[in-house]
């Protein structure tokens, strides 16, 4: 049996379960694959929502309230932005900004992703290793009632109101899934893979897409657990409730784990679902 827990997760509602688990797990037991479908380049700046995310959470830097973002920002940009008339829409607070100023800029200089992010953690003295599913861009576009969205535009600009029809991954069939995460799901110190209570279809499906990634998961040699992010009908954070229900299923624990069927050995949903 090994001893390293391999956490595939989203944003706000997967850092969440990954601060739990750091909390239990030393820094070396623990890995985190973040999904990078959000990303996108705003105003020439490459940012990674979910991977600051899980930084600034497992870095206790976040802003726990807001989910996203940093504790005690200031807001001078974006004040700046408006008053030029730049797109307001996306907030990108003054200390945040570091971090996606140096990520372009050591992008541009020819780092990977994951060494940006590897950097980035050392900085931050987070302990744990975070890994980006892929130094390869992939990108969420969502058909809906309004026309096909790209994942920002759909989630923060227009706050995850038109209706969605469907969904997929640019450029996901061409990605090199992160080869530390391979490795991993080789290795036989893996004791455990969990998926975390993000949303199935946005921030966990990107992930899965990934060439080779599910039957490394079907192969790997420890268990594969998903912590359902429906409770009662509702999701704990974000849109995929609503998308069940737009998307013709039930919003339920029970179409979750029929989403992770095949993959999944196990799963946690809430006392309020033990009926199901
Ligand atoms: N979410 C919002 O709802 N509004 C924002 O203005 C916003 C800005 C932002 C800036 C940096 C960052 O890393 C994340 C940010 N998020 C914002 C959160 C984020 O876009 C979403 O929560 C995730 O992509 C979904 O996982």
């Not at 985190?32 to 700046?45: E, K, M, Q, R, S």
């Not at 039930?250 to 949903?269: C, E, K, N, T």
Request: aromatic content about 6%; hydrophobic content about 40%; charged content about 20%.
């Amino acid at each position: 049996m090994g001893n390293k827990v391999l956490a595939l997760s989203g944003g706000v509602g997967g850092a969440k379960l990954v601060l739990g688990l750091s909390r239990v797990l030393e820094p070396r037991e623990l890995v985190i694959c973040a999904n990078t479908a959000d990303d996108f380049t705003h105003l020439g700046l490459r940012v990674c929502p979910d991977l600051d995310t899980i930084m600034y959470t497992l870095a206790g830097i976040n802003n726990q309230k807001q989910g996203w973002g940093l504790e005690g920002e200031s807001w001078h940009f974006m004040r700046s932005l408006q008053r030029l008339g730049g797109p307001d829409w996306f907030k990108l607070g003054d200390r945040d900004l570091a971090t996606h100023i140096l990520r372009t800029n050591n992008l541009a200089q020819g780092l990977s992703l994951s060494e940006v992010t590897r950097n980035l953690c050392r900085s931050l003295d987070i302990g744990q290793c975070v890994l980006p599913m892929s130094d390869d861009p992939v990108g969420t576009l969502l058909d809906t009632e309004e026309g096909t969205l790209s994942f920002q535009d759909y989630f923060v600009r227009r706050r995850c109101r038109p209706a969605v029809q469907g969904y997929r991954f640019a450029g996901v069939e061409s990605a090199v899934p992160q080869p530390q995460l391979m490795a991993l799901l080789r290795a036989t110190d893996l004791a455990g893979v969990v998926i975390c209570p993000s949303n199935p279809f946005l921030s966990v499906e990107p992930i899965l897409a990934l060439p080779g990634m599910e039957l490394a998961l079907q192969h790997c040699s420890a268990p594969v657990i998903a912590v359902s992010p429906i409770v009662g009908g509702k999701a704990l954070k974000g849109p995929a409730a609503k998308m069940m229900r737009e998307l013709r299923q039930p919003s339920s624990a029970l179409q979750v784990a029929r989403f992770y069927r095949g993959l999944a050995d196990g799963m946690v949903i809430d006392p309020a679902d033990a009926s199901e």
